[in-house]
């Protein structure tokens, strides 16, 4: 299935939890063997506001943003602060503050913190409250 989204404006759509413009979720169509090309390009997306992506989320596949695309984001909010504009699923995860190398049994003499980021590589994280 293809779906191209092309000079369109999304202005000051709301979303109680993902995705204020778009929410891509693909879990069902991935239960029956489906595939999805979503393509946006030359859009503007403007004082959306969702709990995460405030414009635009999507839990598998990145939309695709062709070569020499024009999409402009503006005033979009996500409430809990992730995604103003984009945000995603996990991953990958990053280990911050580990300076040495350790081995199985020894003791951490400084942090050791890990972080969940998304297929843009901003900190994955939920409501603040």
């Known amino acids: 299935m293809d779906l191209t989204v092309e000079s369109s404006s999304f202005i000051a759509n709301n979303a109680?939890?993902?995705g204020g413009a778009?929410?891509?979720?693909?879990?069902?169509?991935?239960?029956?063997?489906?595939?999805?090309?979503f393509n946006v390009t030359t859009n503007h997306y403007s004082g959306?506001?969702?709990?995460?992506?405030?414009a635009l989320y999507f839990n598998y596949e990145p939309p695709t943003?062709?070569?020499?695309?024009t999409t402009y984001f503006e005033?979009?909010?996500a409430t809990s602060g992730y995604g103003h504009d984009i945000a995603s699923y996990p991953f990958r995860i990053e280990f911050n503050?580990?300076?040495?190398?350790?081995?199985s049994g020894v003791d951490l003499t400084?942090?050791?913190?890990?972080?969940?980021?998304d297929f843009n590589g901003q900190v994955v994280s939920t409501s603040s409250g």
């Open 75 to 77: 005033n979009n909010l």
């Open 97 to 103: 503050n580990v300076s040495a190398n350790y081995s």
């Open 22 to 37: 778009f929410a891509l979720n693909h879990h069902e169509l991935f239960t029956h063997d489906l595939t999805f090309d």
């Open 110 to 117: 400084e942090p050791f913190i890990a972080q969940l980021l």
């Open 16 to 18: 109680t939890l993902k």
């Open 48 to 54: 959306n506001e969702a709990e995460q992506g405030g």
């Open 65 to 69: 943003l062709p070569e020499n695309y």
